[in-house]
């Protein structure tokens, strides 16, 4: 009754304080020493707990990364494993500071929220995967087909545009959790599992057989995913966007966490901008002079990260694609540092 | 002689003075005024306090969202429903759904607690100890643990829908469910509902009449001939005359799954018969404990009435056991309805999953959807409770109690 208590809390705080969500979550954080950050209950490559409990992920590094860029030490993150359904409701009443779980940017979800995206840490799309043993080799083969999804996503409502566009049937069977859906699909109570592409990948490695199951090639809709913080502190609003414009724009001057230091004794101006050693563009934020040295310290630069989570290194071995900089053919671009 | 006692003159204000005042008189009337007006005044601060921080924060608030596309599917829906319904619809839907759940439940939480009980107390050795360890067993057993058993258990028994089980060919067993052939009215049909309807209520007067004929003038009427007439006969003379009132759509294997004919999804299956048996064990041991509150006396009257031990239970024991049963029976009929919103962990669309669950997180909107839920299931206990409260009236009325 998580969601319950998670209304509640936000009843209580609209109806109780006399001004809420007013511009303090850096010193609440600052106090607390430490950054509470929504995450999955474990998608391989985004956010999951290993064996150790250690938390993985491209969504935990960012986490990690505004952790880094505020305390210098990455551990100082609480990570909160929440449900697809849970998500807004626990950033709102404000039990996590970001919330930066796979979640994908739309406009109702920018502007009814009383949240907003700071970017996109991950360029995805929805697909399908299915049993080789079905035969099938296109999602437009898919008609009457039982669907497994899990509930509260996008996903949900892009699975029935795409299947009525096509004028196909379909039965839908929703979840609350990942691992239900995925263990109801490896049941055989559904032909096919659909989310995110990177999340089908992911799931596959669960399976128990990943072999006999296959990706569709189709990408039904765009699902641009990205950390989001609460409306009214602009503040940590610009902190925790250009965290994740610091990384990109360390991989882009090809600035990494093994080469960082020979990097910053550089005569080159656009790096000692960066770096701190010219300029306060860190102060202004509220953080410190050296806020992209220690972000790069802590994880990385973006193409590390990328890398180590979900990219070529990680089980995943996903490509880079879509999500390479924008001059290696990609999409990720950040502003300036000036 | 007897004179009749006079009437007390009307002495509202007295009357308000000591329901509201108690001891305290008029101060205490004043002080249960102030105290409300305060508590009202709270309440609404509350309210117009959130309303204006939601605002500042930007969250939508209110529930103008009702009326909004929902843009999901359910796959159980008892009304017709489509993804461009509103959400005010996928609600009733979620409810229907909640309610279905609910009754076929309980229904059959009764049946399967009376057997049971009955089974426990039972003189035979054999039979007491299978009602013992039934209820040992399951009511020690986690509820969501036992739903989670009937769904991953039976859906993996269960084949594929290419390779499903056939019962004659008309009904076939998958791990997509059970479908069976669905009815298809033809114009034979309202005669035949007419007649059906009108043979149920001549049944049921004719019951009713031959109670009275017995408890008044000791007659014993043999009615099921009758009714047998009524039920069986009259709709099968109409189905003669005016032709079939229904065919039946056959359901037929056409690529993924079955189309055509009606289904029943396996987590209502899996759901219904997880609450039912948990619930049931429940209900046995409060059977039982009513049954064990009737003093021994009434069986052995039965006995050397020579009324066989079942009549004896039929017509005697159970009728005074019902008093101490119905109040803890409606607990349990409370606890199964509120515990079908487990239903979310096997993806059986209920009010929980798809209103509280989907519909929230599509709208964001927490206190709104929330509240509405709990006062939804709030309203379904309150009316459970009514109807118990005046089934149990009636037993204690017609007990003499």
Redesign the interface.
């Known amino acids: 009754m998580k ?2 208590t ?3 809390s ?2 209580l ?9 007013d511009a303090q979550t850096l010193k609440t954080v600052k106090d607390r020493g430490m950054v509470s950050c929504g995450v999955s209950q474990g998608l391989p490559g985004f956010s999951s707990p290993d064996d150790k409990g250690n938390w993985t992920g491209i969504d935990v590094d960012v986490c990690r990364a505004i952790a880094g860029a505020i305390f210098n030490d990455p551990t100082k993150v609480k990570f909160v494993p929440l449900s ?2 849970d ?3 626990a950033l ?1 009443s404000g039990e996590v500071d970001v919330l930066s779980r796979n979640t994908t940017w739309t406009i109702s ?1 920018d ?4 949240a907003n995206f700071t970017g996109v840490t991950y360029y995805d799309g929805q697909g399908f995967m299915v049993k080789k043993s ?1 035969k099938v080799n296109s999602a437009l083969e ?5 669907v ?1 999804v899990q ?3 996008t996903t ?2 892009n ?3 795409y299947f ?1 566009a096509n004028n196909m049937k ?7 959790t990942n691992d ?2 995925v ?2 699909y490896e ?3 559904c ?1 096919v599992f659909t989310t995110d592409q990177s999340g089908l990948y992911a799931n596959r490695l669960k399976l128990a057989s990943p072999n006999d199951h296959m990706v569709l090639p189709e990408i039904i809709s765009k699902e641009p995913l990205g950390p989001m913080v ?3 502190d602009d503040q940590w609003f610009d902190i925790v966007k250009w965290t994740l414009f610091a990384m990109l724009t360390a991989e882009e001057l090809g600035v990494t966490s093994k080469n960082i230091d020979e990097k910053a004794k550089l005569e080159n101006p656009e790096l000692k901008r960066v770096l701190g050693s010219d300029g306060n563009f860190g102060e202004q934020l509220g953080l410190t002079k050296d806020w992209v040295v220690r972000i790069v310290k802590t994880v990385g630069n973006y193409g590390e990260v990328f890398d180590r989570t979900v990219g070529a290194g990680s089980p995943l071995g996903i490509n880079r694609g879509v999500n390479n900089l924008w001059n290696k053919g990609g999409l990720q671009y950040a502003p300036p540092i000036r | 002689m007897s004179t009749e006692a006079r009437k007390p003159p009307p002495q509202i204000a007295l009357k308000i003075r000591r329901i509201l005042g108690g001891k305290a008189g008029w101060n205490g009337v004043a002080v249960q005024f102030a105290f409300a007006a305060i508590l009202g005044w709270i309440g609404y601060e ?2 117009s ?2 309303r204006a ?2 605002e ?5 608030a209110g529930f103008g969202f009702l009326r909004n596309n929902a ?5 159980q829906t008892l009304i017709s429903y489509t ?1 461009s319904d509103t959400f005010l619809r996928v609600f009733v839907v979620g409810l229907l759904n909640t309610l279905v759940v609910s009754v076929v439940g309980i229904v059959f939480a009764t049946v399967i607690g009376f057997i049971v009980a009955l089974c426990r107390l039972s003189p035979n050795w054999l039979l007491s100890r299978v009602g013992e360890i039934y209820v040992e067993v399951i009511r020690n057993l986690p509820l969501l643990f036992q739903i989670l058993f009937w769904y ?1 258990a039976v ?2 028994a ?1 084949p ?1 829908p290419r390779q499903s089980i056939s019962l004659f060919g008309i009904a076939f067993i998958s ?2 469910g059970l479908v069976i052939p669905s009815p298809i009215g033809q114009s034979g049909l309202a005669p035949f509902l007419a007649v059906l309807a009108l043979g149920i209520v001549a049944s049921l007067a004719l019951r009713v009449y031959a109670r009275r004929a017995l408890f008044q003038r000791g007659q014993v009427i043999r009615i099921w001939p009758s009714v047998l007439a009524l039920l069986f006969g009259l709709p099968l003379a109409t189905m003669l005359v005016f032709g079939l009132p229904f065919t039946f759509e056959l359901p037929q294997l ?4 079955f ?1 055509g004919g009606s289904r029943i999804i ?2 209502f299956v899996a759901l219904t018969v997880a609450l039912a048996t948990y619930t049931a064990a429940f209900i046995a041991e409060i059977v039982r404990a009513g049954i064990l509150s009737v003093h021994k006396g009434q069986m052995e009257a039965g006995s050397s009435l020579g009324l066989s031990r079942g009549a004896t239970l039929r017509l005697i024991v159970v009728p005074q056991a019902m008093r101490v049963i119905v109040p803890p029976l409606t607990n349990q009929y409370l606890n199964l309805t509120k515990n079908s919103s487990l239903a ?4 059986y ?1 209920d009010l929980v ?2 209103f ?3 519909s ?5 909107q ?2 709104e ?2 509240a509405m839920t ?1 006062g939804v299931y709030l309203l379904i206990s309150l009316l459970t409770s009514a109807i118990m409260s005046v089934y149990g009236w009636r037993v204690s009325r017609s007990l003499g109690a």
């Not at chain 2, 056409?254 to 799954?257: D, L, M, P, S, V």
């Open positions: 969601r319950v998670l209304a509640l936000l009843a705080a609209a109806g109780l304080t006399a001004q809420a969500a697809a359904k998500r807004f409701t709102q979800r502007t009814s929220l009383g079905l898919l008609n009457s087909a039982s497994c509930t509260g996503t949900e409502q699975l029935a545009d009525k379909y039965e839908v069977i929703a979840f609350a239900e859906t263990k109801a049941a055989g109570r032909d609460r409306h009214g | 509350i309210v306090n959130a921080n939601l500042n924060q930007h969250i939508a843009g999901f599917d359910v796959n993804g991953l859906l993996a269960l594929n791990n997509r056409r690529g993924f799954n189309a396996p987590e979310v962990a096997i993806g669309p999953s798809v509280a669950g989907t929230l997180s599509q709208t964001g927490a206190i959807i929330i709990m």
